[in-house]
């Protein structure tokens, strides 16, 4: 039987001869492949991953997954050594070989579009420093640099090695000390968020978030966002005022605070939203805490011996055995504080 287009050839396959087949074999190239190339290393990016080398071939795989032939059982491959990136037509051209299984090969000039871009890699940014979507400013609640920090920072570190090695997107570009804490500048925003929630979970702190437009990038506006943590760093016995009134820092706990009025001993606690809206302000004076003996006791009073210098003073409630208290202003003030 003859080839029912050309009428020449003996046909082979759906009434067609070898040559028509091949000539009506259809290739369609569907959505767009981007690359990105780091004009400092020339390391490149397809897809989400960044490479040091192999880019015809990396090109060559991701372009064939969006490629469809007329006929499902053909071969069809991507030529590695044909592809030609055209930056300024943002396209990539390639041929593509077609093996249909019935002749010599198909080959055919393709081309897909690509949005091809200059940026630098993750680790030259590292290396150089110079890239990042977001500054961490740890802070103290005051203005002075004090071991809250350092203590802040132990305990991220590992987070922040576990972040880097998931993705090498991921990093910490930078860490200046300046006299009232750390700057922290992170690669990726979203990591930033991680961290600062991280920090807020762990320690009582205040977290303020501000942006600023820091140029045009991809075409779009890049926003660079600073996250502030303000740590506290007061401890236990610190004097704190709020509406005229003194109040002593008894617990800090991630979440709030227990403060103890110093004139009435009552006893509240400070969510940490609460106390960073408020007008709290600490005072610089803070309460020794000292151990103390129970003496003897009624159900009303207990008589304690302070246990440095001996001195004997009643207070009201019932305590039995040892407890810790402030002494502040010539007061005794039992606290729930676990002897130590
Ligand atoms: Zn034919
Ligand atoms: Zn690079």
Same mark, same amino acid.
């Given at each position: ?8 050839? =003996? ?27 780091? *004009? ?26 969006? +490629? ?17 990136? $055209?930056? *300024? =037509? ?22 897909? *579009? ?41 305990? +991220?570190? *590992?987070?922040? &090695?576990?972040? @880097? ?36 979970? $762990? ?14 990038? %991809?075409? @779009? ?7 502030? &943590?303000?740590?506290? $760093? ?15 820092? %008894? ?13 009435? %001993? ?18 610089? =004076? ?14 009303? %009073? ?30 005794? +003030? ?7």
């Amino acid at each position: 039987m003859k080839c029912i287009l050309c009428d020449k050839n =003996e046909a082979i396959e759906h009434g067609l001869c070898s040559d028509c087949l091949d000539s009506n074999f259809q290739i369609n190239v569907n959505g767009s492949v981007d690359l990105t190339i780091c *004009p400092k290393c020339d390391s490149f990016k397809v897809g989400n991953r960044w490479y040091r080398e192999g880019m015809k071939g990396r090109l060559a795989a991701a372009i064939r997954k969006h +490629i469809t032939g007329s006929s499902g059982s053909a071969e069809i491959n991507v030529v590695s050594d044909s592809i030609s990136i $055209n930056r *300024p =037509e943002g396209r990539i051209d390639f041929s593509v070989a077609v093996d249909n299984g019935h002749s010599s090969l198909i080959t055919r000039s393709e081309s897909i *579009p690509s949005k091809i871009l200059l940026n630098s890699c993750p680790i030259c940014n590292k290396v150089t420093g110079s890239y990042y979507e977001a500054i961490i400013q740890m802070r103290t609640f005051g203005t002075n640099y004090t071991s809250i920090i350092d203590e802040a920072m132990d305990r +991220i570190d *590992p987070f922040i &090695v576990n972040m @880097e090695s998931r993705s090498n997107d991921s990093f910490l570009s930078k860490i200046v000390r300046l006299p009232e804490g750390l700057d922290l500048y992170i690669g990726k925003k979203n990591d930033a968020i991680k961290m600062t929630r991280f920090l807020h979970e $762990n320690f009582f702190s205040e977290i303020k978030i501000t942006k600023k437009l820091a140029g045009r990038r %991809e075409g @779009e506006d890049f926003y660079r966002y600073t996250y502030l &943590v303000r740590l506290l $760093n007061l401890s236990r016995g610190t004097i704190i005022q709020h509406e005229g009134r003194e109040y002593l820092l %008894e617990q800090i706990s991630p979440n709030s605070l227990t403060l103890i009025d110093a004139a009435s %001993e009552r006893r509240f606690t400070v969510q940490q939203n609460d106390f960073y809206s408020g007008s709290y302000s600490d005072t610089q =004076e803070k309460a020794e805490l000292r151990r103390y003996i129970v003496i003897s006791n009624t159900a009303s %009073e207990t008589e304690l011996m302070d246990s440095l210098n001996f001195s004997r003073f009643t207070v009201k409630g019932s305590y039995h055995g040892e407890i810790m208290a402030f002494y502040y202003g010539g007061k005794i +003030i039992p606290t729930e504080i676990p002897v130590q």
